[in-house]
């Protein structure tokens, strides 16, 4: 019977059953992606990661990314994750490159303080289509003074696609919770639907995402969805737009197990590379036997 070995992680966090889990096969030759998905249901974390030797120029590894119900072309902790495991496991360095479905995404570590740091580049984002704010805070149980003013409900893509509400403090955003046919009643054209609640604290945001749709009722920790938070704070002046700058989203702390993203934004005349970080701690390994 074949044995695929794998190996749990908590990223976003320097402390153990905080962050968001993660495992990943660290050889993943042999499966196909029907069982992929399987296994990734199986394990019913927020997403499992599989690797397998790179086929692009200059990739590290090919990595594939499943959620409970699907494969995503691109996620910010399954990618942080996995490239813990792979420089932990001695298959990697400080710099490294990782193919997923939607490209290359190069990341690099951070040694800084107690904790190392981990860095992915943020594919492009483009802004997309407004959602009225009766409408999303209806969705979201809320009343539509609730929601920030003069920052309008508004999907983002990076890959995967996202709608940013933003709202007036905290306790709003823990009192938060999403009823997915609303907002699919009036938007009806978007994939699955992945809604990031946020409000400005301090130098960042605090943040929730719900992706009921995709399998996950609430996410812990959304890299991929700190680069179009990062740039939709920029676009709606909740951010400065100097190179730089940065800013922490703390997630998943509603839940039981708060996450800090980090943020770095880098300036040059009209282009504008957001880099995605955070830290990762080992916390199981174990083995997968199929019939």
């Known amino acids: 019977m074949p044995a695929y070995r794998y190996r749990a992680v908590d990223v976003f966090t320097t402390v153990a059953l905080e962050g968001n889990p993660l495992a990943v096969f660290t050889d993943a030759r042999g499966l196909d992606p029907a069982t992929m998905q399987r296994i990734a249901r199986e394990l019913n974390l927020s997403e499992t990661t599989f690797v397998t030797p790179p086929s692009a120029p200059g990739a590290t590894a090919r990595v594939r990314i499943f959620t409970p119900h699907l494969e995503m072309p691109f996620a910010g902790h399954p990618t942080l994750g996995t490239a813990f495991v792979l420089r932990d496991d001695g298959r990697a360095g400080d710099e490294l490159v990782l193919e997923e479905n939607i490209g290359n995404i190069p990341v690099r570590v951070e040694h ?12 492009p984002i483009t802004f997309g289509a407004r959602v009225p704010p009766k409408v999303a805070a209806a969705a979201l149980g809320l009343d539509e003074a609730d929601l920030l003013p003069g920052t309008p409900p508004e999907f983002a893509t990076v890959g995967p696609t996202f709608l940013y509400v933003a709202l007036r403090d905290r306790g709003t955003v823990d009192r938060a919770s999403l009823t997915s046919h609303v907002i699919r009643d009036a938007v009806p054209n978007h994939g699955p639907l992945q809604v990031f609640v946020f409000a400005p604290d301090g130098d960042g945001a605090y943040s929730r995402m719900f992706a009921d749709e995709a399998g996950i009722v609430e996410d812990p920790a959304t890299g991929a969805a700190t680069g179009p938070l990062t740039a939709y704070m920029l676009r709606h002046g909740l951010s400065p737009r100097s190179s730089g700058s940065m800013i922490v989203s703390e997630q998943g702390t509603k839940m039981g197990r708060r996450s800090l993203l980090y943020a770095l934004t880098h ?25």
């Open 112 to 123: 800084a303080g107690q904790h190392e740091r981990f860095w992915l580049t943020s594919p």
């Open 267 to 291: 300036v040059d005349g009209d282009d504008v590379r957001i880099e995605i970080g955070g830290s990762v701690v080992a916390v199981a390994e174990g083995t997968l036997t199929l019939p």
